[in-house]
């Protein structure tokens, strides 16, 4: 069976860094890149950028750029989203995706990883 | 602008028919580029409801409907039920972003 699984909740304070997790079963991993969407409390979606398992290729969205790291190890099937300092700001609800191409849609969807930055 | 709009929130009585646009332009919607619904449950990680603009995966009820023209699409809900109320997102591509584009989303409310 295709899944998605995130690491869990994280709390952390301002200023610490953060790395979470998103792991492939049932499908072939370096195949399809893997897309990581925000939401904010009480807010909508926003994508924040893809990375390739295949190649390591990354691709974020202007608003994200910068601000966030993405990567994935093939050899365990697991891409990454990272935070060297985080804000309060970053309090949020992450997912990871799977997403093949332009016209495609997010067909599988992990099941989010809850992220509390607080002093 | 690189925006997808939808309206903030819709409702209707249990087995009505509701409709929730999304209006793009012409780096979007109107570049041929398709629209995909997803439906997002509290508490639960967004669902796929509608892809490539009006093809519904396996599982999902009929009464679930899209549409898109010009650089506007739309879903259709039909025989409302309790269990449809969520929050629903658009979703297309952008040649401007070069990156994937949500709408702000909709909250449906079954009366």
């Known amino acids: 069976e295709m899944q998605l699984v995130q690491s869990g909740a994280e709390v952390k304070k301002p200023g610490e860094s953060l790395k979470i997790s998103c792991k492939g079963f049932g499908y072939s991993f370096i195949s399809y890149w893997i897309g990581w969407v925000r939401q904010m409390p009480g807010k909508g979606l926003e994508w924040m950028g893809i990375?390739?398992?295949?190649?390591?290729?990354?691709r974020y969205s202007p608003s994200f750029q910068g601000q966030v790291t993405m990567s994935a190890d093939k050899s365990i099937s697991t891409a990454y989203l990272q935070w060297s300092s985080l804000k309060a700001s970053d309090t949020a609800m992450y997912y990871c995706?799977?997403?093949?191409?332009?016209?495609?849609?997010?067909?599988?969807w992990g099941q989010g990883t809850l992220v509390t930055v607080s002093s | 602008q690189s925006v997808l709009t939808q309206p903030p929130s819709v409702s209707g009585a249990p087995g009505q028919r509701v409709t929730i646009s999304c209006t793009g332009s012409s780096s979007n919607i109107g570049a041929g580029y398709d629209v995909h619904w997803y439906q997002h449950l509290p508490r639960t990680a967004p669902k796929l409801l509608i892809y490539g603009n009006s093809n519904r995966p396996s599982g999902v009820p009929d009464r679930f409907s899209g549409s898109k023209s010009g650089t506007s699409a739309s879903l259709a809900i039909t025989g409302l039920q309790a269990e449809d109320e969520a929050d629903y997102y658009c979703?297309?591509?952008?040649?401007?972003?070069?990156?994937?584009?949500f709408g702000g989303g909709t909250k449906l409310t079954v009366l």
């Open positions: 979703q297309s591509y952008d040649s401007s972003l070069s990156g994937v584009l």
């Open positions: 990375t390739y398992p295949g190649d390591s290729d990354t």
């Open positions: 995706v799977r997403w093949s191409a332009q016209n495609n849609p997010c067909d599988y």
